[in-house]
């Protein structure tokens, strides 16, 4: 492991920490700024990576005068040379609407991306997180989703790039890994929602609180008893720190996700009740791809890492909705851009 920027700093209270040097692709994004705040908090210099493509300078900007953090503006389908401790790879666009929106780049951001960071990671004998997804189980046909589940995944569908590219990097890591010795850390990562999502990445959590925000009518595919788990962003965040520092066998693949289901109906009426809109709801036919149910079995998490969500859907939405309503009345040059691109796909549900 490179240690030569490794120093003991004094963390909150009395303990002393380790501090190390930290790359994190894909630090720009939802779930990447979370992390780099998460982990700058906890003494390390933090190097971001991210390209912008869904990522914002928003979400970071209130990082960039600090003296631990370093931000780089670099696409990992790139070789990358710097010197690291640990890697975290969460470079990929998470939203269908954005992986789809140039398909070839989305898998060449996963499996070159992925080379790119393992190669770094092997040149450095350091330890690498992979944030998979919980769509590499595609199409369950076992509930809830284990991880010694192979999935029900169509290789040549819309969705493919995504799904596919994911499971190709989950196979490279698990090479590097029996080739290689690599330490590797790969987190499956169910539905997660929280602030610094995108206002309209077609998702349905900021879906139905961007529409109760402005008075939009709430739009349900099917008839809303299709069920979805939210995981809130610092439990998340929270689980994929815990692998990172388990032991060197603990290599996953790990459910991350919260387990408790809701109907999409719930969600709906919980949206509605939290903010106070007078939105109404308007019902659609079922897209023919959207799955009844998907849930993690967060077993092993709860084994190896003993971690499982602690954050209240209630609570979690409560900060979620205030985040959204800061940002849609500041209107920040991002998330116009977003509003403009996503309003015609919104039919996506996930
Ligand atoms: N949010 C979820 O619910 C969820 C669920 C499962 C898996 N994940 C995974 O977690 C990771 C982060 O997801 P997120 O929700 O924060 O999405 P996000 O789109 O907000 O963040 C992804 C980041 O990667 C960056 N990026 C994309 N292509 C890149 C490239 N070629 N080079 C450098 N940077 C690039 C984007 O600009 C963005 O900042 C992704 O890998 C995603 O697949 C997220």
Request: one cysteine or more.
């Amino acid at each position: 492991m490179h240690t030569s920027q490794s120093a003991v700093a004094p963390a909150a209270g009395n303990e002393m920490i380790d501090r190390k040097t930290i790359l994190i692709t894909g630090g720009a994004g939802f779930l990447g700024s979370h992390l780099c705040e998460r982990l700058l908090g906890e003494g390390h210099h933090v190097i971001c990576v991210d390209n912008y493509f869904t990522g914002r300078k928003e979400n970071i900007e209130h990082l960039m005068g600090h003296a631990r953090f370093e931000m780089l503006r670099h696409d990992v389908t790139f070789p990358l040379y710097v010197e690291v401790d640990e890697i975290y790879n969460l470079a990929s666009p998470a939203s269908p609407i954005h992986y789809q929106h140039d398909p070839v780049q989305t898998t060449k951001t996963n499996v070159h991306g992925a080379i790119n960071m393992l190669g770094l990671a092997k040149r450095l004998k350091c330890r690498i997180f992979q944030a998979s997804t919980s769509e590499v189980y595609g199409d369950p046909a076992m509930h809830p989703q284990r991880e010694d589940y192979w999935g029900n995944v169509n290789p040549i569908g819309p969705r493919s790039c995504y799904d596919e590219g994911k499971r190709c990097a989950e196979t490279l890591f698990f090479d590097y890994h029996r080739q290689h010795a690599l330490d590797i850390k790969v987190a499956r990562i169910f539905n997660t929602y929280g602030p610094r999502m995108h206002p309209r990445d077609g998702r349905v959590v900021s879906n139905f609180i961007v529409h109760a925000l402005t008075g939009e009518p709430i739009t349900i595919y099917g008839d809303g008893s299709q069920t979805r788990s939210f995981c809130y962003v610092d439990d998340l965040i929270e689980g994929c720190l815990r692998l990172m520092n388990s032991p060197d066998p603990v290599t996953g693949p790990i459910n991350l996700g919260n387990p408790s289901e809701f109907t999409i109906q719930e969600l709906a009426e919980l949206v509605i009740e939290v903010t106070g809109s007078k939105s109404t709801f308007t019902y659609l036919p079922l897209p023919k791809d959207d799955p009844t149910r998907r849930q993690p079995d967060i077993s092993l998490a709860r084994q190896h890492l003993r971690w499982a969500p602690t954050v209240a859907l209630r609570d979690g939405l409560k900060l979620t909705i205030d985040y959204f309503d800061r940002m849609l009345s500041i209107g920040t040059r991002g998330v116009r851009f977003e509003v403009a691109r996503a309003t015609s796909v919104s039919r996506f549900t996930r």
